[in-house]
Structures are given as C-alpha cells and as structure tokens.
C-alpha cells in the first residue's frame, strides 16, 4: 500500500496544502518518511488523515467559483468501529460547506471494505447539499463496498452505481471531470 500514491497530475492546477480554504491548508508532506499506516500497512505519506485511524484522503481539486471538490479516498471505511462518516463529514465536509463547496466527488478506487452503522451523517450531509442543488458523488468504488453500502440504502444520500462506476477521470481536466460526473447522474435520473 505504500506504493499508491494520490493521484498528482492536478497539482499544476491545484494543491490542498496552498488552498487557505481547504481543511488540509499548511499541511507538510515528508516523501520519505512513513508514518500513516492503515492496521498494520504503511500508507504513502502524500495521504492526508482527518482523523480515521483507516481511511484517509486526498483532496484533488477544490473549484470555489462552481462549488465542487473532488477528493480521492484510501483505505477501509469503517462507520461500525471508527465512524468514518463522522469524521469526514465534521473534518472535511463541513468546512467546504461553509466555503460554499455543495457537490462532492468522491473517488473511491482505493477504499477496500466498508463497515455500515447508522446513516445520520449521511442523512446530514445530503440535506446540506441537496438545499444548494448539490449532490455527493461516489467514483469507481469496488463492487463489494457499493453492495454493502446498498444493504443500508446509502443510495438516498450518496449518488453511486453502475454508470458512476466506469468513469476514466485521470483522462480529463478537474472542470471536465465535474461536468461528466453531473452529466452522467442526470442521465441515470432521466
């Protein structure tokens, strides 16, 4: 695990660590020492924590001015032992919200299990967004994790599936990649 970096080539474009807005503003990353780990596994130090001990995640694009961020995940989401949406919610979510962030790509290639409890910050975080005509997007996450995430009918908060699912991002600029992601969901609602 070690190895998986966050993804980079938006860096030209935009960093979490410069955006005074973003939760991860200062934030200093060593290239060489390791010191995030997920159970017993290392974890590339370009990972940001937020406070799982088992997640942990990388903000890839924050568009102020079009209120969307993209952010990719690493690791297990465990909401039954750690109550992972808390913190992403409490951590990450609200500040954006409070920046006007109200559409929300999350980028889930790398998350390897979820763990389900109850769905109150779900619930939370949909109705902050859904106000602003937002929405929470899930990318490219494992059919395992999705299945598990529809025994708790997570699917009435978070927007995933079948057509979110296949979606080749690393081929588009972050405004594009918001563009197709909304295109997409409104094709799947028609």
């Known amino acids: ?21 973003s939760p991860f503003y200062g934030m200093e990353h060593s290239e060489f020492e390791y010191t995030n780990a997920i ?5 590339h130090p370009q990972w940001d924590s937020f406070g799982s001990p088992t997640l942990y995640i990388k903000v890839l694009y924050a568009d102020y001015d079009h209120h969307f961020v993209v952010m990719e995940l ?7 032992i750690s109550n992972d949406i808390m913190y992403l919610k409490r951590e990450v979510a609200d500040i954006f919200l409070a920046n006007g962030i109200t559409k929300f790509v999350l980028i889930g290639e790398n998350v390897l299990n979820f763990h389900q409890s109850d769905d109150c910050y779900y619930e939370e975080w949909y109705e902050d967004v859904r106000d602003a005509n937002g929405w929470i997007a899930l990318i490219n996450f494992r059919d395992h994790v999705l299945s598990e995430m529809n025994k708790v009918h997570l699917e009435y ?3 995933f599936g079948e057509n979110l699912n296949d979606i080749n991002w690393r081929m588009v600029k972050p405004f594009h990649f918001h563009h197709l992601v909304e295109s997409r969901m409104m094709t799947a609602l028609k």
């Not at 690493?74 to 039954?80: C, Q, R």
């Open 74 to 80: 690493i690791g297990e989401w465990n909401d039954a």
């Open 157 to 159: 908060f978070l927007q």
């Open 39 to 43: 159970y017993n596994f290392f974890i």
């Open 1 to 21: 695990m070690h190895d998986i970096e966050p993804y980079y080539s938006w860096r030209d474009i935009y960093v979490s660590e410069d955006d005074k807005l």
